[in-house]
């Protein structure tokens, strides 16, 4: 086979004569000669490296041996044996290609107008750029049979280089936008006759011509986008011109697509089906929940259609029930908060609160509190509005108001049921502020979520809902303020200049003087929005004896804030300027998530 040579000094594997390609009998852990690369099989060079543990090599030999038939590279990254980082630089040494980071591309879409979506992420590769009939493409698991395979679909000269397998399913999301696709049903849907395309509730009449219906397609490729964004929210707004789509990603609004306003009634109309609502309301708000399989994962989707003046409002909120729980240690407390925030989970009874607005991420924090706290030895039941995570070994029950089980309800029910520790998913009324407190102080360990500004407002929303003051003091350990906050962008990320008035806050706050300040300034990788991901910023109230008297004394927010300051508390605001100190995000992003007077 002959080399290309390819930009910045890349070599790899370019289109060969068919007669010189060489039947290959794949080795059980060898990959294809490529780039004139010798023949030592992977397991020896990571071996050679120091890189992986021998008895682990020979488990992920047996593994292929006896399993499916993966990849011994897959097989280790899959073990733990090694990272993909390990196994691409490996695999590019051991190959002779380039090891590309795909973080740092932005692929040409000449080059993915080439490949389709599908063949991409089944195979692992995501075409970057077109030399002249050269076609540059990045691969998790390069062989001279993907090398055919490629050349034969696209027509042209491939140029192969390596990437991890996780770096190329993030690009491949970010690069083939479905929605893209969206142009030719909105002209099947204008085409239709209206009367066919919006449901009319009939049961005799097909559901809008069936799952191929524009309207149904939209739909599905509305979804699917929000899913490969990583959105937690798809937000349909009709406006008197356009029906306008914007997906919550990290935790801000994103404008996705527009679409003509005599679709709106459509669009609601086919998620009322998919929710089994009314179809015929639209005058009164209504919730629902839908579930569907994509991209091999089950979603639950929670519908909220609210009326407006230009017809009804749609939020969809997204949830993945298989996602694995992060770790408590993954959530991004300091040390000290996270030494703190372990021992009081670990009480045999009182009650931890976990505190802050909507999406301030304080369900993950609490099950990542009950993946800590998950031991044979405990009996853990959860009462939540709706299950977002599902845990082996736990007995989750959700919130139907169609059946009466409230949370109030709920959680008298499950006292009778031997609880050790009990999870109320949030405290909405006095009624359930009140059962919750009473099972804290009767020995049981109660966690919880309250809406609530900080920490200490808290407290004074059990108050606000009559709760007496001595049983606050003495069933609560402690409460975590928490928000996110988005990451700066890790690929992108440049030096700026920040405006004299974020100067002014950043040292008001109590930042340390900088000279360098860094912020995304937008890539690929973060879709030109200059962040990618978020993190927690935390403040754990410690209920002490000092605290206590305050609190049964009707002490004001002010007053408890200070004394829990003067006991060591580090505030939301003082947590998020170390983040700005240590370049993770920027000033106008805290002042946007937590600023306070």
Known sequence: MTEAPGPAGAVAVAARPESSVPPHAHAADDQAPLGGAGTTRLGDMLLERQAIDPDALQDALLAQMTGPGMRLGALLVQSGAIDEETLATVLAARLGLERTNVRDLSPEQAALDLLPEPVARAS???????????????????????????????????????????????????????????????????????????????????????????????????????????????????????????????????????????????????LKIMATLNIVERRRPQDGQISLELDGRTIDMRLSVLPTIHGEKCVIRLLDTNRAALPLRALGMPSETFTSFSKMIRNPFGMVLCAGPTGSGKTTTLYAALAELNQADRNITTIEDPVEYVFDGINQISVSDQSGMTFASGLKSILRQDPDIILVGEIRDAETARVAVQSALTGHFVLSTVHGTDAVAALHRLLDMGIESFLIASSILAVVGQRLVRRSCSVCQVAYEPTPEEITFYLESGGAPKDVFMKGEGCTFCAETGFQDRIGVYELLRVTPELKRLVVGWATQEELRDLAVSQGMRTLLTEAISLVERDVTTIAEVIRSIYSL
């Open 124 to 270: 692992q590769v995501i075409p970057v750029r077109l030399h002249g009939d050269v076609l540059e493409v990045a691969s998790a698991d390069p062989t001279d049979e993907q090398c055919d395979m490629l050349k034969s679909l696209t027509g042209h000269r491939i140029l192969l280089t390596v990437a991890t397998a996780s770096e190329i399913s993030r690009l491949v999301d970010a690069s083939y936008r479905v929605l893209s696709g969206v142009d030719r049903f909105v002209k099947a849907f204008q085409a239709d006759d209206l009367r066919r395309a919006i449901p009319t509730g009939n049961d005799d009449e097909p559901d809008a011509a069936g799952d191929d219906a524009p309207i149904v397609r939209v739909v599905g490729l509305m979804i699917t986008q929000a899913l490969r964004d990583r959105a937690s929210d798809i937000h349909i707004e009709p406006q008197e011109r356009r029906v306008r789509v914007r997906f919550r990603i990290d935790g801000a609004l994103h404008e996705a697509i527009e679409l003509p306003a005599a679709m709106g009634p459509a669009l609601v109309s086919r």
